[in-house]
């Protein structure tokens, strides 16, 4: 059996025009005998629309219960969508993700998928060449709903995939496609044909809003080729796979920036072992996570330390440091919320030299100071002033010839 699956954004499904527009690459996608599975968002602007209503009903909404809300927003694009497809003849049926068997731990607000029951994926095909499945959710082990965090959707899709050995997942959405930055700062961003699951990753993970990250993992895992790809066109779009020898040639294949950031500094610590671990272990309970960490050089047996965390996270985090700080000892504590972070991701980096070089430079000669600097194999981040992201964007974008079609090769 050829198994597609096809996952469909909230403004892809957002009004019933745009659900035919759907249809239509669903119809597509049944060609040569294939069995679709069509993944669906709730339609634009309904999710955030509950979460409002959970709030004026409570001024704490319990955790559970507002899974139990939010995830009708999904089951109600699936079962209008199935409707659609019925009228075009086609045989179709909807699945909550309970009905589909997706499994998860009970994180409520962002749970984990813990496995999928294929067989019924399989009895379902037996009955129907289209499942359309709402996104976004699945079920613990004692029944209760769960819903899988913002961008969740991406996640079932590409979990579906992998448990259906399916030849394919479209992601479709309302872009056309992995840009080597962000088209909106950067007016000569260019669409990739193809990118490594690991710069994905590192894309996702420094602010690229075009994947969920938890997806991106699902599918290098099980290795499910993902086409990223615009429901308002027939653009070709971007097949998220794995790495090849060919992408090694590329030293930067995009930019990305992330304006959730804070940076918080504990100051004259005592430089001594087990201060690190009291400070970040207090953060790991709280179930904050922490991006950047730099400790500067110790000066008459103290040290600052410096790290950043989501600007949603400061006060948590500033309230833990104070207490770290009556514990371990330490000067003040500062933060500041004004700064982004921009990030150069390419798989180059690991056998090519002067990434970081080019990187600082290009900062440099716009007078753009670093405030933090992180590494990996294939990325180098910097955290900067927030007003000047958007012109540390464009000036990276341009160093590394990112515009030009046949990239910038490393030489």
């Avoid at 753009?368 to 990276?396: D, F, G, P, Q």
């Amino acid at each position: 059996m050829r198994i597609m699956v096809q996952k469909f954004g909230g403004t892809s499904v957002a009004t019933k025009d745009r659900m035919r527009q759907v249809l239509g690459k669903v119809r597509a996608g049944l060609t040569d005998g294939r069995k679709i599975i069509a993944v669906l968002s709730a339609r634009a602007g309904e999710t955030n629309a509950l979460l409002k209503l959970a709030h004026e009903w409570s001024e704490t909404p319990d955790p559970a219960e507002t899974d139990q809300l939010i995830s009708t927003g999904e089951q109600v694009s699936a079962a209008l969508f199935s409707m659609l497809l019925k009228d075009e003849g086609i045989t179709a049926r909807s699945f909550t993700g309970q009905q589909i068997g997706i499994l998860t731990d009970d994180v409520y607000g962002k749970a984990r998928i813990k496995e999928i029951d294929t067989e019924r994926i399989l009895a379902a095909f037996a009955e129907y060449d289209v499942l359309v499945v709402a996104g976004f959710q699945g079920i613990t082990g004692d029944g209760r709903v769960t819903t899988l965090g913002r961008g969740g959707s991406d996640t079932s899709a590409v979990a579906l995939a992998a448990a259906a050995k399916a030849e394919l997942c479209e992601i479709y959405t309302d872009v056309e496609g992995v840009f080597t930055t962000d088209p909106n700062l950067c007016g000569n961003a260019r669409k990739l044909d193809r990118i490594s699951y690991d710069e994905m990753l590192e894309l996702a993970s420094m602010g690229a809003k075009v994947l969920e990250i938890r997806s991106v993992e699902f599918a290098k895992k099980y290795k499910v080729s993902v086409l990223v790809r615009s429901t308002f066109s027939d653009a070709p779009g971007t097949l998220v796979t794995q790495e090849d020898r060919s992408m090694e040639h590329v030293m930067v294949s995009g930019i990305a920036y992330d304006k959730d950031q804070a940076r918080i500094t504990l100051r004259s610590v005592p430089d001594k072992p087990g201060v690190a671990a009291s400070i970040f272990g207090h953060l790991a309970e709280a179930g904050l996570s922490v991006d950047m960490i730099v400790q500067n050089p110790s000066r008459d047996g103290v040290t600052d330390m410096n790290f950043t965390v989501s600007r949603k996270d400061v006060k948590r985090a500033l309230d833990i440091m104070e207490k770290v700080r009556e514990q371990v000892g330490g000067l003040d504590i500062l933060h500041e919320t004004t700064v982004a972070k921009v990030s150069a991701v390419g798989v180059g980096m690991r056998n090519h030299s002067g990434v970081a070089a080019k990187t600082f430079a290009a900062l440099q000669k716009e007078n753009i100071n670093i405030i933090m600097i992180s590494t990996s194999e294939i990325k180098i981040s910097c955290i900067i002033e927030e007003k000047y992201t958007e012109l540390a964007v464009r000036a990276l974008h341009d160093a590394f010839g990112l515009d030009n079609n046949s990239y910038m090769e490393a030489q």
